[in-house]
């Protein structure tokens, strides 16, 4: 596995928190990702990384990071979420 596939890949477990984070719910969640609630439902089931398209994982990652979720750690080693920006309210 390349190191580059390991800077994309998030986990369930991050799905997760990113989501609880930035305080959005699974609709208003999904909606912003632009994939349907059992979608999401279904990638957070996962404490690892998730089975789905990279470009998938890829689009996810890139609107929580627009929105102020920073990921740390790696899938595989200490996975994590923390806030590096202030948030805009859930409409």
Do not use: C
């Amino acid at each position: 596995m390349s190191s580059n596939y390991g800077d994309i890949m998030i986990s369930g477990v991050q799905i997760r928190g990113a989501r609880a984070v930035l305080g959005w719910s699974s609709e208003d969640a999904a909606a912003r990702l632009g994939i349907s609630r059992q979608t999401l439902h279904r990638l957070e089931t996962y404490d690892d990384v998730p089975p789905s398209r990279t470009y998938v994982i890829r689009g996810l990652r890139q609107v929580f990071e627009e929105a102020g979720v920073e990921f740390i750690g790696s899938p595989w080693d200490g996975p994590g979420v923390r806030l590096w920006k202030q948030i805009e309210p859930a409409p």
